[in-house]
């Protein structure tokens, strides 16, 4: 295992930017937040913990970074916990480097809707990417993926896709396929999720930002800008689902959560894919 750097070189960052979302059908509806999100290097935390005066693990801070709040929920190193999963299934040179795109606690409060783990090989490349997703009915569920021969496009994009195994809103079937579209965190970052079903896309999220260094000026910055903000995205979610209601959406019944936490997906993970075999 690699140790964290100086300060000075920390990969870990805070990416500034805005979450999106826009539901094509079958009713039109928008939503556009300002948010940031830490990018944390799991080799770095302890680092950034001792460094930084607003940043703690596992214990009360303004921003702090808790193992349990990912993963199995399991109050151990998250480090180990994901060395152990990514070997489970093959992938152990990946685990040179795993950098976790998430929220951090806030005032001792986080809800991660949504958490991007970027595993890297030893020689730098991108060698898995694991989207940890929890719903506000406290179930969480991951989706493995390991990243093709080819890597990112020419654009320095990763496209990975899987059908949708875990409920996450009352508004949306089960039945669908996700298809990720990653531009890696660098000088800034891109997470977009279009979701589609048997009729095509009926809906896209994004989250776009920028980078800046880790820093006690930065965090209170963001503190300042963005006040309570892990709160607030909560609360937004439950805001727009009464929006959703008022105008007519359907409810899908919650199904019990999938039996193993995480999917690890093939490249014909999609739904569409599962269909064309029967």
């Not at 303004?62 to 199995?72: K, N």
Request: hydrophobic share 40%; proline share 4%.
């Amino acid at each position: 295992m690699s140790q964290p750097s100086h300060s000075a070189n920390w990969a870990s960052a805070l990416y500034e930017g805005v979450v999106t979302h826009h539901r094509l059908r079958p009713k039109r509806h928008k939503l556009r937040y300002s948010v940031f999100s830490f990018l944390l290097d799991l080799d770095e935390i302890d680092d950034l913990s001792s460094r930084l005066r607003l940043f703690s693990r596992n214990r009360f801070n303004l921003f702090s970074f808790h193992d349990r709040d990912h993963a199995d929920g399991a109050n151990t190193n998250l480090r180990h916990r994901m060395e152990t999963l990514l070997g489970r299934h093959g992938l152990g040179d990946c685990a040179h480097k795993i950098r976790l795109l998430c929220y951090p606690r806030l005032l001792g409060f986080v809800f991660n809707p949504l958490s991007v783990y970027f595993c890297y090989r030893a020689d730098a490349t991108i060698g898995a990417v694991l989207y940890e997703v929890s719903n506000t009915f406290g179930d969480r569920h991951s989706y493995l993926i390991p990243v093709g021969e080819h890597g990112l496009d020419d654009k320095g994009v990763l496209r990975q896709s899987c059908a949708k195994g875990f409920y996450v809103s009352p508004f949306i079937d089960m039945v669908a396929d996700y298809h990720f579209r990653i531009r890696v965190p660098g000088e800034n970052v891109a997470v977009t999720i279009r979701e589609t079903d048997a009729k095509g896309a009926f809906l896209t999220a994004a989250f776009v930002g920028d980078r800046n260094a880790l820093s006690d000026r930065k965090l209170f910055g963001a503190f300042i800008r963005y006040p309570l903000m892990t709160l607030k995205v909560v609360a937004g979610i439950h805001w727009e689902a009464l929006h959703l209601w008022r105008k007519g959406m359907t409810f899908h019944k919650r199904p019990a959560p999938p039996q193993d936490a995480v999917t690890y997906v093939l490249e014909t993970g999609t739904a569409a894919a599962q269909a064309g075999k029967r």
